[in-house]
């Protein structure tokens, strides 16, 4: 326990020197009163003003928005260039803040409406009062969220954005159904849809103003292109990377093949161009940083792009656009698309030449078809009904509302999936759900599968996902009562009153208007998260993988006091066995909401995995060769397995030192043992090497697929001192094996319901095991699973549907 409040204490103390927590913010969202005459407004992140967001700043000088105080949130590194955009178009805006200031958060906190394309950080809490417009920065032909499987992990932050939001803008039913399927608005949105044009398109319907710019740029009488590819590189290794070069290479051909009146606008990414000396070109010029986005392309004849959404908003003009496509193979097999670009009516180049005979072609604009789907709402006057519908509440907008459904909303958070036995459970289970009686939603902390986003492919299909996508928003007096409660168990003084408000914010900064009937808790460990589920305005579940007062006495996690309260107060504490009921009635103090349901044995999944081809992974530790360990299995010897993380709760010390003990007497005996996460892998080689037996003992970690191991084994023997319910038991058991196990919790009412051999709890009992396995008197259990598994999903599934 020590250990684990002195990383808290840690942890909080590098919040605080790094200057990333804010614990300021809190009191912000407290205590300063919504002004519901100031509108808080960013573009991009506050990278750069452009596009809706300052189509929307020039609707907002006209008169009749003069009551509202307009406030913009800039980079401090963008100010500059953002100021002199403003002075170009004569918009004058209140106040300037930096973002990831105080400033700004005290704005965030104040506005009574804020205006968006993309996102506001992730420990922004929308105040009741405030109304969110998020205008999204284009209609998408890349997949995204949870449609694109290197997203799912890190969506969290731009799904609860959408899902706070009173009003969300789409110019097309196509991006209205892409958006809604990506982030989960068809189910969980209850905010409006306005079905109208993209401020930003508004500027296409004004050809005399494109006319008239193209004449002030000098460029009147000439073809005017703009070339504005998607991004390849990687933001942080420009100047080497390929893609730069490429490019440069593209650009030479383009410009040594252009006519005299022909002018190419070169619009990249900044660290792209920066890469780029135009002063050798004769045909290409940069895009007049000064202005928007969309006033030049106004005044161009061809736009020449690749995958990016500008070539559904430039269709509104019905001017030529190219599509080069150079890597349209690469691309789309890399990231995924949501339509092939080559059912639509433009030409594609694949090579700088091929673009160079385009631009001598006529033709090449969107066509009817085209138009009706992408550009369905686009019109002149978008701009000026947005802000008049949302501002002044004139209701120009088309509104839509998505449809209520009466299917159950159910969250399911399982930690950070790491390879284990409570994921594994899980995944089994969720492979069985009946996913069109609910529909479930896959919860995680984005931060901790950062590092492996994989965890997340083997994911059966038909669920949705919901990450939570930051760390709790802490201020010094919550992170005390917290330290107090969770060690000592200290509630007086306001400090339970304290938390309990803390992790409703916290509910609300995640889930915000999104409802759901229930969340299950089914990891069961993390005190972030049972705190915060306990605030769950819905029915709380939560799982019971193991003997919680063992695991608590050996690891301090979770906090005691925390889970004797969340074990009080859940409506359902689920353990996976019955022999670990009586810890969870001694910690609650209740056994009405207890019900025990067993963890399913997916017998098929089981089975396959173990006709698999034995490999060891890229992290795979073990002190035998992949060749060395084939060779072992393919002996006569009879082969030992336990399977199991390394810690100090699995027993594997006194099951090595009993196997010693056995292998003096059978010197042709193996003992096998995998396992995962945990710290002891090391300690137990240097214990197999001191033994005469060591050579015959196999000690392999991180191996995802330990099943062709274990089937082509003999004889498992559990050595643990505690269990919740042991997977690998009947997992031996699917594969025909005889098994054993130590007369503790978690393996005790599985062996004794299905008459297994229970050992006493001590190395002579190990021991034991080896013996009567040696002289024939223990056997297979032969399970019947399928009628077990029934069970345990009907018992499931009438769970989530209370």
């Excluded at 969340?566 to 009921?581: C, N, S």
Aim: charged share 25%; aromatic share 12%.
């Amino acid at each position: 326990m020590a250990d684990s409040n002195n990383s808290f204490k840690n942890k909080v103390i590098r919040k605080l020197k790094s200057g990333t927590w804010y614990p300021f913010y809190n009191t912000f969202y407290e205590k300063v009163p919504i002004d519901r005459r100031e509108i808080l407004l960013a573009s991009r992140s506050g990278i750069s003003l452009e596009s809706n967001i300052l189509a929307i700043f020039t609707e907002l000088s006209r008169p009749e928005y003069r009551k509202f105080r307009k406030v913009l949130a800039v980079q401090k590194s963008s100010r500059e260039q953002i100021e002199k955009k403003l002075a170009h178009y004569h918009i004058s805006v209140d106040k300037i803040v930096h973002m990831s200031t105080p400033d700004y958060y005290y704005h965030l906190a104040k506005a009574g409406y804020l205006i968006n394309d993309t996102t506001f950080p992730g420990r922004y809490i929308k105040k009741k009062g405030q109304v969110y417009l998020n205008v999204w920065h284009g209609t998408p032909l890349k997949r995204m969220g949870q449609d694109n499987e290197e997203e799912r992990y890190d969506m969290g932050n731009i799904m609860r954005n959408l899902l706070m939001s009173d009003y969300l803008v789409f110019p097309n039913l196509y991006m209205e159904e892409k958006m809604s399927g990506a982030f989960n608005l068809k189910e969980l949105y209850r905010g409006t849809i306005l079905r109208e044009g993209y401020p930003r398109n508004s500027i296409f319907f004004d050809q005399e103003h494109g006319r008239l710019l193209k004449e002030v740029l000098g460029y009147q009488g000439c073809q005017l292109s703009v070339y504005m590819p998607t991004f390849r590189g990687r933001t942080d290794d420009v100047e080497g990377d390929t893609y730069v070069e490429q490019v440069r290479s593209y650009l030479e051909v383009i410009d040594k093949g252009m006519q005299d009146d022909q002018i190419l606008l070169l619009k990249l990414h900044p660290l792209v161009q920066k890469g780029l000396d135009l002063d050798n070109y004769r045909h290409i010029r940069p895009f007049p940083s000064e202005l928007d986005t969309y006033d030049v392309l106004n005044a161009c004849d061809v736009l020449i792009t690749d995958y990016s959404s500008v070539m559904y908003d430039f269709a509104n003009t019905g001017r030529k656009i190219i599509l080069f496509a150079y890597d349209l193979e690469d691309y789309m097999g890399h990231r995924g698309m949501y339509e092939d670009i080559r059912s639509y009516p433009f030409p594609i180049a694949v090579t700088p030449e091929e673009v160079l005979s385009e631009l001598q072609e006529p033709g090449g604009g969107a066509d009817r078809e085209f138009l009706d789907k992408y550009c369905t709402f686009d019109r002149q006057k978008a701009t000026r009904n947005i802000c008049r519908h949302v501002l002044l509440g004139k209701y120009l907008c088309q509104e839509h509302k998505m449809p209520v459904t009466t299917k159950k909303k159910v969250l399911l958070y399982a930690g950070s999936l790491k390879p284990n036995g409570i994921t594994t459970a899980y995944f089994s289970m969720l492979r069985h759900l009946d996913t069109d009686a609910c529909d479930y939603y896959i919860s995680y902390r984005s931060p901790s599968l950062k590092e492996h986003p994989e965890r997340l492919n083997g994911m059966p299909e038909g669920y949705h996902y919901y990450p939570l996508a930051t760390e709790m928003n802490l201020d010094v007096l919550t992170a005390v009562a917290q330290i107090l409660y969770l060690k000592w168990g200290i509630t007086s003084f306001g400090i339970r009153k304290r938390l309990e408000k803390a992790y409703r914010r916290e509910w609300q900064k995640h889930f915000g208007n999104a409802a759901f009937d229930q969340v299950v808790h089914y990891d069961g460990y993390e005190n972030y998260m049972i705190a915060l589920f306990e605030q769950a305005p819905c029915t709380r579940t939560i799982w019971v993988h193991n003997d919680m007062e063992r695991e608590i006495q050996a690891k301090g996690n979770p906090s005691l006091p925390l889970l004797r309260h969340a074990y009080a107060t859940y409506d359902h504490v689920v353990p996976v066995g019955e022999d670990i009921r009586p810890a969870v009635e001694r910690i609650g103090g209740r056994t009405d909401n207890i019900q025990v349901i067993a963890n399913y044995m997916d017998v098929e999944n089981i089975r396959s995995r173990a006709e698999l081809p034995l490999t060891f992974d890229p992290e795979t530790q073990s002190n035998v060769s992949l060749r060395k360990l084939q060779k072992i299995l393919d002996c006569s010897g009879t082969k030992f397995i336990n399977i199991g993380r390394y810690a100090p709760e699995k027993g594997q010390e006194r099951l090595i030192r009993a196997f010693d003990t056995f292998w003096h007497s059978h010197p042709k005996t193996w003992l096998i043992i995998i396992g995962g996460m945990g710290d002891l892998y090391e300690s137990l080689r240097r214990l197999a090497r001191s033994l005469e037996s060591g050579r015959h003992i196999v000690l392999l970690k991180s191996m995802s697929n330990p099943m062709p191991v274990l089937k082509r084994c003999d004889f498992f023997i559990l050595s643990s001192f505690y269990e919740g319910q042991v997977l690998v038991v009947p997992e031996a058991d699917v594969l025909g094996l005889p098994v054993a196990a130590c007369d503790v919790n978690g393996a005790r009412s599985f062996l004794k319901e299905y008459g297994g051999t229970l050992l006493p709890d001590s190395e002579e009992g190990v021991l034991q095991g080896m013996e009567m396995y040696a002289s024939g008197k223990i056997h297979p259990l032969h399970v019947d699973y399928e009628t077990r598994n029934q069970q345990i999903i009907q018992k499931c599934e009438k769970l989530f549907q209370e």
